[in-house]
């Protein structure tokens, strides 16, 4: 079974530019996770869709960051612009339900996003 | 805000000694996951604890949920290189299960 997709795998930008970070889920998991894992923290989550509605954005800085999960597969997350402190590994998940505690998260490999 | 706090952050051993990593809140979860992580991949679920006072093992390792859920205990029994990595703990809430990560372990196993 074909694990999470993410790309790119790293990305060097300069503050104010844009960046997008595309990940495909495993087939058939309904529930996709954002998370920001800076380093020497545990990740994140930024934002979690179950099929293509969102379930949390609380922490999702709205003003720059925004993301989008068409047809309730695919999904991409944009920041627009960027600030130094983005710089962090960007960590897609996927899991088969929502709201059950028990339900197993599979992580992407992540995209290391350099803010210069 | 429900926080989890992870100790201590950095362990260094010896191959064959024992070790413990803490995983402390004040709040209660409804139930608590403890992943592995390697350097550039995403972290690898290990274990769920769910019932208070519960105890797992998995070959060398075992995790203990605190009566009350608050906290929990994994514990590496003549830890390998091969153990080597960031050990995170995440407590799932009761909204869609979300998951709120400790900030994590680094555990570094020397030959």
């Known amino acids: 079974e074909a694990g999470v997709a993410q790309s790119p795998r790293y990305k060097i930008i300069e503050k104010r530019q844009s960046v997008a970070f595309w990940c495909n889920p495993i087939?058939?998991?309904?529930?996709l996770y954002w998370y920001q894992q800076i380093l020497g923290q545990g990740p994140k989550l930024l934002i979690q869709?179950?099929?293509?509605?969102?379930?949390?954005d609380s922490q999702l800085p709205k003003d720059r960051f925004s993301a989008e999960r068409l047809k309730g597969v695919d999904s991409t997350l944009k920041i627009q612009p960027a600030k130094l402190e983005d710089s962090a590994v960007y960590l897609c998940?996927?899991?088969?339900?929502?709201?059950?505690?028990?339900?197993?998260?599979?992580f992407g490999p992540g995209t290391r996003l350099t803010v210069l | 805000t429900q926080l989890l706090e992870q100790s201590p952050q950095f362990l260094s051993i010896q191959e064959g000694e024992n070790l413990t990593v803490y995983c402390n809140s004040s709040?209660?979860?409804?139930?608590l996951q403890w992943y592995r992580q390697e350097p550039g991949e995403g972290p690898v679920l290990l274990v769920t604890?769910?019932?208070?006072?519960e105890v797992k093992k998995l070959k060398r390792l075992t995790f203990q949920f605190g009566d009350a859920r608050k906290d929990s205990s994994l514990h590496i029994t003549a830890a390998q290189p091969g153990d080597t990595g960031l050990y995170l703990c995440?407590?799932?809430?009761?909204?869609?299960?979300?998951?709120?990560f400790g900030q994590g372990t680094i555990l570094t196993v020397h030959p």
């Open positions: 998940a996927s899991s088969l339900a929502a709201g059950v505690g028990t339900d197993t998260q599979y």
């Open positions: 087939s058939g998991h309904a529930t």
């Open positions: 869709f179950q099929n293509n509605g969102v379930v949390d």
């Open positions: 709040s209660v979860f409804s139930s």
């Open positions: 604890v769910v019932t208070g006072g």
């Open positions: 995440a407590g799932v809430g009761t909204s869609y299960g979300k998951l709120t």
